[in-house]
């Protein structure tokens, strides 16, 4: 569903995206029900002060809220800027910093939309093998790893992990309103479990139950087992740095401790 272009229509859109009544939000930003009704109906305009107010309080993102102010007349907030920008040069640096300093280990950055920005060298080998096709135009990291001509035959716990993928894009979705979000969502819903996956386990059954999600791997050296986290820029000005997601795998058990650090040696530096 596109969201409406109106101010009125994207903030009703947004008040019940966030399941909120208008007595509800009214109350939460300090304004009448009477004048949020007025604004929804397009019988009131914001000034910039309450468009901000209520982006705040709606928690919508900054690359919708930007749109949110333009409907209602002004200048948008956050600038965006390509991660190849000149003047993103020191925000790249950081996160190649961060990206290289994780070795021996894996680490990515993505978008919004998880496509790859920026992967260290040990992601970028545990990647390899895919079919070309995943790897022409915008690199998307999801479709890389689920897909079935993608790294999805060598998950051995496939369909706990597409579980924990999908649920986790479920609710970025439904967060951040974003369509091509939706449609990633549909997409990784139907690919097939490849041959020779485990049976999916019960969450109390697996021993990182209640802290994470396990990625196990196929390699060479045994099955690979990592535990994921997810670093944000905490007050960035730019669109892109505020979507921008840092990706790090660390080891879930000795066995791969010891081959990432046996791999590191074979890599280039």
């Keep these: 569903m596109s969201t409406p272009q109106t101010f009125a229509g994207q903030l009703r859109t947004w008040r019940n995206r966030r399941r909120l009544s208008q007595l509800a939000l009214a109350s939460d930003a300090g304004l009448s029900q009477r004048h949020l009704s007025f604004l929804e109906s397009g019988k009131a305009r914001p000034s910039r002060e309450m468009v901000e107010r209520l982006a705040l309080h709606l928690d919508i993102p900054p690359r919708e809220t930007n749109a949110l102010l333009v409907s209602a007349g002004f200048a948008p907030t956050a600038g965006e800027r390509p991660i190849d920008h000149p003047e993103m040069r020191a925000a790249l640096a950081v996160i190649e910093t961060i990206l290289e300093g994780h070795a021996p280990h894996p680490a990515l950055a993505v978008d919004r939309q998880w496509t790859l920005l920026r992967a260290n060298a040990t992601a970028r080998f545990l990647m390899a093998g895919v079919a070309p096709a995943l790897l022409v135009g915008p690199v998307n990291v999801l479709r890389i790893s689920l897909h079935p001509d993608g790294l999805a035959p060598r998950i051995v716990n496939f369909r706990q992990w597409r579980a924990h993928i999908v649920h986790r894009l479920s609710a970025q979705a439904e967060a951040s309103g ?92």
């Excluded at 892109?240 to 795998?249: M, Q, R």
């Design 178 to 269: 974003d369509p091509q979000l939706a449609t990633l969502l549909d997409e990784i819903r139907a690919y097939p479990v490849p041959p020779g996956a485990l049976p999916y386990q019960p969450p109390g059954r697996d021993p990182h139950a209640g802290i994470a999600v396990p990625l196990q791997m196929a390699s060479e050296a045994g099955t690979l087992s990592f535990l994921s986290t997810t670093t944000v820029f905490g007050t960035p000005v730019d669109i892109l740095l505020s979507e921008l997601v840092i990706e790090s795998f660390f080891p879930a058990d000795a066995e791969t401790a010891r081959a990432m650090s046996a791999l590191a040696a074979t890599l280039p530096q």
